[in-house]
């Protein structure tokens, strides 16, 4: 009996060793979803579920172990290994062995009053100040049962003078069926005219394009991507007049979901000189291909595309867009200089066409020329792809349809200038440093001192994107230090939480303050007895 009671008493300290090493929902899972999943899972999210609660994790807990290890989730389909791309979306090794413990070791929840603020998405945008143009589409009502929607609607810009574009975005009436979002302007009319003639109003269908060849791409959207910005006295021209032409992919099993996604425009000054990006198929298969765009039934096949040395002029590239549709497996694209470096853009292994998007470089790259500027893609139209459309098989060729195929690489570039090679677009990426439009978290930030009211104990929540040494202080009304909580100490990267007493401070109202190398951070609290 008593070994018996030994073996209990042995197991159950095994099992409290276990739980102490476990990693808790509550100050190491939960800032790692809010900072990198919760943009698509949370309620009206364009994601199938939420993962805000420890309820939401707890019951996706093994599907996230294994998609997080597989690098399916969060969708960031550029391999990361090929080339840095500006706002990747990925976790570190770290963070998916933090998921993985939490997922083997029973899910604990830990102290909820520990955990980050649960993350608020508006659908007022996420780029601050007023948008200088703000464009929406009509109240429509998604009609995709079987099959996806392209549907596209025009709105008249009523602008009196070209301006510049500088950054946009897209905000989705309903994210649960919006899937991608691409913009164009129109200033011939015809748009508005297969507008006028449609019989699915409003707007009218569309898949390829907006049905003008004369269109200009302005940008896109897809889940998960940042606003598309330029840096500063860089933006795309936005003619007098023109119309505003929006194509929303709504996706099967949206029908009768109600949407009113609308764009808004921030313009360059009207005061200086802005140079003009634009947006172009520069590779695409109507013109650079190796063979014609043909795939037939139960073969692979692959394919490359060139622009030749001596076409382009000296150009700074911005960003890169790839598209293929369902048979496409890989897709990579690349310069050859004419030193005979390759300057490498993108590399997609694993082409979804459910997860596309435009994807900006860290820093401004450099084609000059006598570059020759390539794709190289990869098809696969038997029944070992997923995707094809097709059961049996069935040859697959260039079109504008799903089930045709495409090989087209966009290119967001400006003529060259000297020295913007040296432009950063991301400087986390870049230097080490926070970017605008990183994650829910990024820099540094004091995310919240709880109570607040205070009566004894405060719980203080911080996160640093890199270690760092700080200070943590109490400063009454008049600036003066009354209490010190922590001296010039080694705060983690990542999201931190302390726990400090205010006892028998007088009640009143003070200043909390959080000082790094960096910068001071500080919020008011209020102590009460």
Known sequence: MVKKLLLLAGGALLQLGANATTPDWATKVAPILYNNCTSCHHDGGIAPFGLLTYSDAVLYATSMKADVNSHKMPPWPPDASYSRLAHQ??????????????????????????????????????????????????????????????????????????????????????????????????????????????????????????????????????????PMSYPHGFGVRLAAHADIVIQIHYPAGTAGMVDSTEIHFFFTPTTGTTRN?????????????????????????????????????????????????????????????PSGDTDQYINIKNWDFHWQGFYMFPKLKKIPTGSRVRAEAFYDNTTAN???????????????????????????????QTGDENIIVDSGLVLGTAEQFSNYYHGQQLLEVRPNPAISD???????????????????????????????????TGYSVFTYSVNGLPAGTYSLELKTSQQILSQKLVVVH
């Open 89 to 226: 979306r990925i976790l570190s090794a770290t963070d998916i062995a933090t998921i993985t413990a939490w997922a083997d070791g029973g899910t604990p929840q830990g102290n909820p009053l520990l955990a980050p603020p649960v993350p608020v998405y508006a659908n007022h945008g996420v780029i601050p100040g007023t948008p200088d143009l703000k464009v929406k589409i009509p109240t429509y009502t998604s009609t995709a049962a079987t099959g996806d929607v392209y549907q596209c609607f025009v709105v008249p810009s009523g602008l009196l003078a070209d301006r510049y574009i500088s950054s946009f975005e897209a905000i989705p009436g309903n994210p649960a069926c919006v899937h991608h979002v691409l913009v164009y302007s129109d200033t011939t009319g015809t748009c508005a005219g297969l507008q006028a003639a449609s019989t699915t109003p409003p707007g009218y269908p569309d898949f390829g394009g907006v049905g003008s060849n004369s269109a200009v791409l302005l940008g896109g959207w897809v889940p998960g991507s940042m």
């Open 458 to 492: 405060i719980v203080i929540k911080c996160y640093l994107e890199d270690a760092d040494r700080g200070d943590i202080v109490l400063r009454d009304m008049q600036g003066k230090v009354v209490k010190q909580f922590m001296v010039n100490e080694l705060i983690p």
């Open 386 to 416: 997923p995707e094809n459309p097709h059961s049996p098989p069935q040859t697959v060729v260039a079109g504008e349809a799903t089930t045709n195929e495409m090989m087209i690489v966009f290119l967001v570039y400006t003529r060259y």
């Open 277 to 337: 990006v634009s947006i172009d198929p520069l590779l695409e298969h109507d013109l650079d291909i190796s063979a014609p765009l043909v795939i037939p039934a139960n073969t692979t096949k692959s394919f490359s595309e060139e622009v030749p040395a001596g076409i382009l002029p000296d150009l700074t590239l911005l960003g890169v867009a790839p598209h293929m549709h369902l048979i496409g497996k890989t897709i990579m694209s690349y310069s050859i200089l």
